[in-house]
């Protein structure tokens, strides 16, 4: 049974922090990239981050320098750890995982998802 399951989200100000965590079986890791994606109301689901089986990362540009992804030394679980949250963060959170080594923010390479986290950040 392969499953995901994220938690972490929560409400916070403007400028604070969050870790997410995003627990993952069922998948040979080495072989999988997992990501991490948002999804604001009435907006397209956004990539946020992801991490390969080698620990390639890729973030998108609005993240970079405040998110960090990494994942636990037996990798079953990825984090997104969240600095200088701003207002437009505001999304409810999914980690996925994708049958590949390649590193992706197409939400449509993924093929297993979590029933996500909400972030709310407030101004």
């Known amino acids: 049974q392969w499953q995901l399951v994220e938690s972490g989200g929560e409400p916070v100000q403007s400028g604070g922090s969050l870790r997410l965590s995003c627990v993952v079986s069922?998948?040979?890791?080495?072989?999988?990239?997992i990501g991490w994606f948002r999804q604001a109301p009435g907006k397209e689901r956004e990539g946020v981050s992801c991490i390969s089986g080698g620990d390639d990362t890729d973030y998108v540009d609005s993240v970079k320098g405040r998110f960090t992804i990494s994942r636990s030394d037996n990798k079953r679980v990825v984090y997104l750890q969240m600095h200088s949250l701003k207002p437009e963060d505001t999304a409810v959170y999914y980690c996925?995982?994708?049958?590949?080594?390649?590193?992706?923010?197409?939400?449509?390479?993924?093929?297993?998802w979590g029933q996500g986290t909400q972030v709310t950040v407030s101004s």
């Open positions: 996925a995982a994708r049958f590949s080594s390649a590193v992706s923010l197409n939400p449509t390479n993924y093929d297993y």
């Open positions: 069922g998948f040979p890791l080495q072989h999988y990239t």
